[in-house]
């Protein structure tokens, strides 16, 4: 572990980027120069005093867990992602196999949006990101554990947590929605990777997607108009507008309802009540 190197580069990706490039307010009495310790401690979802620490070469070596967490947290490119975790004495990501970096790209996008769900998810369907809105209306996938974390799982194997988010109507094409999309990238990564193994799991824990996975189906999927089920709100009829990496390997998905529409109105509601359950008076 380079200590040294790696304080200097911490400290030099802080003081480069600036407030609004996270989504923050940069204040008439701001002084410091490019983020506070603290705001990146926040991002990162650490204390300031560990990442203060890290800064003054005194902190204990840290995880590939964190190297993660700050590298989204100073928008760091690939390149810059894979120097930091060699500075810090650890085997650089597989960038292919496990897409848990953020795209500097769409992070800056994804900053920016606060007044409609919005999120980041791979090629595999993991979700890498959500805004608040997001989270309160999808609920929060960020937070999932292990294969939680990918649709195709919590789609398929139960308990069956998204399929409460689609009417039962609609839910047939949107399971052949997921598989063709994890075939197409089952088909770039391979076997011998994190899609193989998603795809071996799920053969072996669900009849449904067995059946589905032998259509041979093979499709991304791009901008959709779709209906969402929310727990107390009900039916959000909402248009999913998608951006994607230049790779295609990470996607931020934008919900937006009708403009002066009655979904645009719990829209609203949600963002009034955050992630708070919502109970009829």
């Known amino acids: 572990m380079d200590r040294s190197g790696m304080a200097e580069f911490l400290r030099a990706r802080r003081e480069a980027l600036r407030p609004a490039d996270v989504g923050l307010t940069d204040g008439p009495r701001r002084r410091t120069v490019g983020l506070r310790r603290e705001e990146v401690a926040a991002a990162a979802a650490m204390s300031v005093d560990y990442y203060t620490r890290l800064e003054q070469q005194r902190g204990p070596q840290p995880s590939p867990a964190v190297l993660a ?4 947290a100073l928008r760091l490119t690939n390149d810059e992602r894979d120097y930091l975790f060699r500075l810090a004495g650890h085997a650089v990501p597989d960038r292919f196999g496990r897409a848990d970096h953020v795209s500097p790209a769409l992070q800056r996008v994804f900053a920016r949006l606060s007044d409609t769900p919005a999120l980041v998810i791979s090629h595999l369907g993991e979700t890498l990101a959500q805004n608040a809105l997001g989270i309160a209306l999808l609920g929060d996938h960020v937070g999932a554990r292990g294969w939680e974390r990918f ?3 919590r789609w398929f194997v139960p308990p069956q947590t998204d399929r409460e988010l689609y009417p039962a109507h609609d839910r047939g094409r949107q399971a052949r929605a997921i598989v063709a999309s994890l075939r197409a990238a089952y088909g770039q990564l391979g076997v011998a990777s994190t899609a193989g193994e998603l795809v071996a799991e799920l053969l072996r824990r669900s009849d449904e997607f067995r059946l589905l996975w032998e259509r041979q189906e093979v499709a991304q999927r791009f901008a959709d108009h779709k209906v969402l089920v929310h727990r107390e709100l009900g039916d959000i009829e909402v248009d999913c507008q998608v951006l994607f ?5 990470q996607a931020l998905l934008v919900l937006t309802p009708e403009p002066r529409s009655e979904a645009e109105e719990k829209i609203r509601l949600l963002d ?4 708070q359950r919502f109970t009829a008076g």
Request: hydrophobic share 45%.
């Open 272 to 275: 009034v009540l955050g992630v």
């Open 151 to 153: 649709e195709a799982w």
């Open 69 to 72: 967490s700050l590298a989204r």
């Open 245 to 249: 990496t230049e790779d295609r390997g």
